[in-house]
């Protein structure tokens, strides 16, 4: 049973007055004037647009909240098995768009908000991004949140409430600037729970100590001591009342450690550095994405998250009264690549020395809770931790890990005897000044099942930087869930029209929970007007970018024209360079043309976006090369329409969500074997475009699902990539010639100063070209050839758009979440009456 604090007589008036959910238009205004003038203490006299969002926000925010308290009611009744899923992003985008379209009440609002005075459109607009995120790890949580609660899993995320999330990119004078993004102003969808805190120790020492009975255990104190304080947000489920909850911790000085003392005696600067000190931890979001930088600050919002979270799951675990045998029977904690890894640690730690279970039983338990998900085989991007910086900050943590490892080697000792170079592969530790903790292998080593992102990812792992382990322990460890991306918001929300559209064929919008049902649009693929229809939308989807262009840019573009898409995290990985390469030697092209020549060319606008990572000085002279090239191309008179260039500023999910819909090609280009899955890949397609890509990732999922001729594939694959490296290193290759030209033509200064660039060139020649652009570059530029043709056939086109999408019912993140729920968490759903 529930505990209540009202006693059961008393109960009677409760239910009698129990808040209830608006569904009628009336019934929805009323709330919103009620806010705007009680909540917000407006009225209609001075109600301006972020107030009347304010008001549709929190309307909407009393219907998510009461389904939200069922939900938690009826999970806790069930008392079935929960999934916690732990990560350190969780790039959300924005709430009330979704919130209004989860509840099926889009139509009624934005009819509401019109009779009101306001478009809805703008009223979206006002509400900033939640980017607690840097790029593909972080959205694809917001995805599977979105899934979980759509097919009524009980689930709860568990991250940081960062105060400033990834930071807003300008450009100026052509060079990425960095401006601090602070989104908490105004932020309805969040309730700070000031009475959920947890204190989490750092620094101290471990003492023995041993009880009457002689039984010893390790004491850990002495430390400094940091309050985390809970903010949840509701996540609401498509078309479901299921409500899951989003649980973000925020640091601040534990009541003990803000010092009165010295805030009295007239210290209070010390006191408020004391203060800072602890608010520090939350503070702000690492804006690296696939580089691991070892900061200690980060290590510590690692452990402050992880300790959080694990003492709430315990603590709700116990108020079960359950034996701790039924733990893993209760509880599935999903680890969102290594970064929540000491979570595993800290499990082993509140067992062994808080509640005195044995060794050998807690890891037990342990090894049954964990899943592990890898989202990346780049050396550069694998969590290691220094030993020193461990001791120092974790001690008691650093001994559990020493132990950990102790008993894994002497296992694998015992079952491949006298083998020390294996040994020493496999130790958690790495020998090297200082020592260093290799996380990967501490959450394989805790885990009971290690999964990779896509096909070709998940098997990279087993074959190469996780093969020991697959000897160790078995292939069946191993596993694959291929990403997904959720069509509420990257369809249905994203491209509203193609969704009606699509409805409107398939009876419905039943597809947006049963993605495979997309297949019914193929016998529609040679429907002439079917295709009119379609290419309709996305032309004006094409407009509704090309005006944003004008307004942000004052580059004027041709709806018109090929629109060309590349934008995701910039990395020398995903060859943004490469696209600018090609865009350059395009132009060039288009310079030698006749006028016969032009006339038969198809017109292209190259769009790029993207952030770099603060000190990634090669991605921000990538971002550089693209605006030099786009103020020279964009300003030729001898290239008029066929070819202009776009950065666009500060990509984030929102621009994602415009983005999208209003491509005919998207590039994912990444150096074959590098890019895990790619998630966008699929995002891109859904909406009705086209991608040119390598054999990597996601991409060749999405190829044998959609078809070969639906696609546009190019450069070598990843199991060239060794031979080919190698070749480069030993000086065995010459420069692709069209690439040579457009190195030459930088050099010449056509682009500006070309020892802005140097960096760039230098990387093709001496520096081994590790990323092969030279030798995929010929391919590149062919298959782009082959997009030109293929794009002047517009019923060809349409015809390929349309089966495409057909095609794309497996890579929902619903498919993704049921694979995680049966293969991994042994989760059943709970329904909520
Ligand atoms: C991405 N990884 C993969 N990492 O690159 C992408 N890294 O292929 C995949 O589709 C996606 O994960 C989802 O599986 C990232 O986005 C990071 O952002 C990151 C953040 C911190 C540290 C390291």
Known sequence: SIESSIPQPLREKWRKFAATEFSTKDEFQKEVVKHVETTLARSLYNCDELAAYSGVALAFRDRLIIDWNKTQQAQTFVDQKRVYYLSLEFLMGRTLDNAMLNHRMKDTA?????????????????EHDAALGNGGLGRLAACFLDSLASLNYPAWGY????????FKQEI???????????????????????????????????????????????????????????????????????????????????????????????DYESSVRDQQRAETISAVLYPNDNIDVGKELRLKQQY???????????????????????????????????????????????????????????????????????????????EKWSVPLVQNLLPRHLQIIYDTNLFFLQS???????????????????????????????????????????????DLIKTTIFKDFVTIFGPDKFTNVTNGVTPRRWLHQANPELSKLIADKLGGFTFLKDLTLLNGLEKYADDKEFQKDWMHIKFRNKQRLAKYIKDTTGIVVNPSALFDIQVKRIHEYKRQQMNIFGVISRYLAIKKMTKEEKKKLVPRVSIFGGKAAPGYW?????????????????????????????FIEDYNVSKAEFLCPASDLSEHISTAGTEASGTSNMKFVLNGGLIIGTCDGANIEITREIGEDRIFLFGHLAEDVDDLRHAHRFGKTEMDPALRQVCDEIEKGTFGDPGVFSGLIHALTDGGDYYLVSDDFASYLATHKL?????????????????????????????????????????EPVVVA
């Open 172 to 266: 100026i004078d052509g060079y990425q600037v960095e401006v601090p993004d602070y989104w908490l102003d105004f932020n309805p969808w969040e309730f700070p729970r000031h009475e959920i805190t947890v204190d989490i120790m750092f620094y101290g020492y471990v003492r023995k100590s041993t009880d009457e009975n002689g039984q010893t255990s390790h004491v850990w104190e002495g430390g400094e001591v940091v309050q985390a304080v809970a903010y949840d947000s509701p996540i609401p489920g498509f078309a479901t009342s299921t409500t899951n909850n989003l649980r973000l911790w925020s640091s601040k000085p534990s009541s003990g450690e803000f010092d009165f003392q010295k805030f009295n005696s007239g």
């Open 787 to 827: 997009v030109d043709e293929a794009f002047k056939n517009e019923e060809a086109w349409a015809h390929k758009c349309i089966m495409a999408v057909s095609a794309m019912g497996f890579f929902t993140s619903d498919r993704a979440i049921l694979e995680y729920a049966e293969n991994i968490w042994n989760l």
């Open 159 to 166: 991250g940081l409430r960062y105060r400033y999330g990834i």
């Open 618 to 646: 090669m991605a921000k002279t990538i971002i550089r090369l693209v605006t030099a090239v786009s103020e020279v191309v964009n300003n030729d008179p001898d290239v008029g329409d066929l070819l202009k260039v776009v």
């Open 304 to 382: 402050f998250w992880v300790a959080a979270s694990l003492y709430d799951i315990v603590r709700r675990f116990k108020k079960s009264g359950r034996a701790w045998s039924e733990f893993s029977d209760q509880v599935s904690i999903q680890l969102n690549d290594t970064h929540p890894t000491l979570a595993i640690v800290e499990l082993q730690r509140i067992l062994v020395d808080k509640e005195h279970l044995e060794w050998d039983e807690a890891w037990n338990i342990v090894t049954q809770t964990f899943g592990y998900t890898n989202h990346t085989v780049l050396p550069e991007a694998l």
């Open 110 to 126: 934005v009819e509401g908000v019109s009779e009101l005075g306001f478009r809805m459109e703008d009223l979206i607009e006002q």
């Open 412 to 458: 694998v000792e015992r079952r491949f005897p006298k083998d020390r170079e294996l040994l020493s592969r496999v130790s958690i530790i790495e020998e090297s000044n200082p020592q260093v903790i290799r996380m990967a292998y501490l959450a394989i080593i805790g885990s009971k099942k290690v999964n990779g992102v896509a096909e070709l990812h998940s």
